[in-house]
């Protein structure tokens, strides 16, 4: 694996800039035919990582990001003669755009709140570069939490009987309002129209067993097989249950002095923190996702 990433001098993050990511075969000059076009049009490029996965005839992932405040176009032309100057010439799967608005955020909650508030004091704290816009739970308890934090609470049930209806409502209430979908520990299945629909978009967080102690209470399950490290995943859904690209893991060692709380506790403290790089690494489109795996420049 090849990994590079050139270190530029600190610029204000408050000068107007745009974001490119990029995947395309890798060549020699697609380096000199981005940095080249974004010069001529008057971009001043801020951050600039790029990946290779082999030194010939390998993939090529790129993520820079450019100030725009003396850039001779407007995005949407400059786009227009990116693609017709650089991307087609070097057969390249890209997207361009700028950081602002920010992505709006919708959440799907059950009961768990662990998740749910570590992304909520993210927020507030000025980390998540992003806005909540509504949370959805199947259950009313975290109403006055959601709302504590000014935002919009909505409670749909959900089950086995309704979940063709409670989808129906969901995705009305999140067409428009969200940009990206977020599973909180939501303990719900959701159908493939569903997904499909918010596909690319949708971002889950669960344990990270899988496929060890499937089912219901896999820290027991784990507890009486003796593990020795519990952790947490934070993935993009399929259709496929559970086996979407990764975006982040993490992991926490136990010992046969834990018993099952321990190891749920230390599994919630996992789940919130990778939950919470996850989604602030989508929002700050830092992620490609490639077949079923992804390339993250954090």
């Known amino acids: 694996m090849i990994r590079r990433r050139i270190l530029l ?113 993210t927020w507030r704290r000025g980390e998540l570069p992003a806005e909540i816009s509504l949370v959805i739970s199947n259950h009313p308890e975290l109403r006055a939490a959601v709302e504590g934090f000014g935002v919009r609470f ?32 939501y303990m719900q299945i959701l159908s493939g129209p569903f997904v499909a629909r918010f596909g690319g978009r949708l971002i889950n967080i669960h344990h990270s067993f899988l496929p060890a102690f499937a089912g219901a209470d896999p820290y027991r399950q784990a507890h009486e097989r003796g593990v ?11 259709e496929a249950l559970d086996a979407g690209p990764i975006i982040d893991q993490d992991v926490a060692r136990v010992s046969h002095r834990d018993e099952v709380d321990d190891l749920k506790r230390l599994g919630r403290d996992l789940e919130r923190r990778v939950l919470a790089r996850a989604v602030r690494w989508h929002c700050e489109d830092r992620v490609i996702v490639h077949g079923n795996k992804t390339v993250v420049f954090a």
């Not at 801020?46 to 407007?74: A, K, M, N």
């Not at 009987?161 to 990206?180: C, I, K, N, P």
């Not at 020795?228 to 399929?238: D, E, L, N």
């Open 9 to 121: 001098p600190f610029r204000a993050v408050s000068e107007p800039r745009a974001i490119l990511l990029v995947r395309c075969p890798d060549q020699p000059g697609i380096i000199a035919a981005i940095s080249g076009f974004l010069f001529e049009h008057g971009a001043n490029i801020i951050d600039f990582d790029q990946h290779s996965t082999d030194d010939d005839g390998g993939v090529y992932f790129t993520r820079l990001e450019f100030q725009t405040g003396r850039v001779d176009l407007p995005l949407d032309e400059l786009r227009g003669a990116f693609e017709a100057e650089v991307a087609r010439r070097f057969a390249m799967n890209w997207r361009l755009a700028a950081p602002t608005p920010r992505k709006r955020v919708g959440v799907l909650v059950s009961r768990h709140d662990h998740a749910l508030l570590e992304l909520l004091w």
């Open 154 to 185: 909505e409670h749909v049930p959900n089950g086995r009987d309704q979940r063709e209806q409670a989808e129906r409502s969901m995705t009305a209430l999140l067409d428009g309002a969200a940009d990206v979908v977020v599973l909180a520990r």
């Open 228 to 238: 020795k490290i519990v952790g947490a995943t934070a993935h993009y859904v399929t």
